[in-house]
């Protein structure tokens, strides 16, 4: 399979002597080629499931398979890209370097044909980023390092997708751009699931789940 299928997704955390219920029953499948938004209040849950999604975390309770496999951890960057936000770029790499980093790990090894640096030039001219591609993060603005997170994790064109507010720090031109780069990235057969509360990503998505105290529901709130 393609994307990734979860079925009563679990998760708690100790706080103290206090058991927090993160994740009370998830279930959530996104196919290859399908863009959903994922949308709800801080603290619902949505990074939570994102991050059992990409095998950051163990859930207590529940079956997840991402891709071909069940172990999301297990997942390269051809089969998985995370786009987190803590956005994770290497700080003594250019952005340049850091956008073509999966491919230099990936060790010449991928199931989609193609040589990344095209696509990684491009994406860098797209998103606004071609004169800073000498730059390090630290050289950069916070909307030029998200970008650049996302580049990174467009770069392979990935079987799966992950993004964590990819527009938190973006004005609406640069974020309009970001939304078409994960538009394409479906229509060319990614499965994309992006935790958003931008209301205008929520409209460019084919499906909306919204969450609220570790559940999920379809549709966007009201």
């Known amino acids: 399979m393609t994307g990734f299928a979860a079925t009563g997704l679990v998760k708690r955390f100790r706080r103290g002597v206090e058991t927090v219920t993160a994740l009370a029953g998830v279930d959530l499948a996104v196919a290859g080629g399908e863009f959903v938004a994922l949308v709800g209040p801080s603290g619902s849950g949505k990074s939570t499931l994102l991050a059992l999604l990409c095998g950051w975390e163990t859930p207590d309770a529940g079956s997840l398979q991402v891709g ?9 960057w051809t089969e998985l890209a995370v786009v987190p936000q803590a956005l994770g770029l290497v700080a003594d790499l250019s952005l340049a370097d850091n956008v073509l980093l999966p491919a230099r790990l990936r060790g010449g090894r991928s199931d989609r044909p193609g040589d990344p640096a095209p696509l990684a030039e491009r994406l860098m001219a797209d998103f606004g980023l071609a004169h800073l591609a000498d730059r390090y993060p630290h050289q950069a603005s916070l909307g030029e390092q998200q970008r650049a997170a996302v580049a990174r994790a467009l770069v392979l064109r990935p079987a799966l ?62």
């Open 161 to 222: 997708l992950l993004a964590d507010e990819p527009t938190a720090h973006q004005d609406r031109g640069h974020a309009d751009r970001l939304l078409d780069a994960l538009r394409d990235a479906a229509s060319d057969g990614t499965a994309v699931l992006l935790a958003t509360h931008d209301e205008v990503a929520w409209s460019r998505a084919d499906r909306v789940v919204s969450m609220r105290d570790g559940l999920l529901v379809e549709g966007a709130p009201r």
């Open 68 to 76: 071909a496999g069940t172990d999301p951890g297990g997942q390269g």
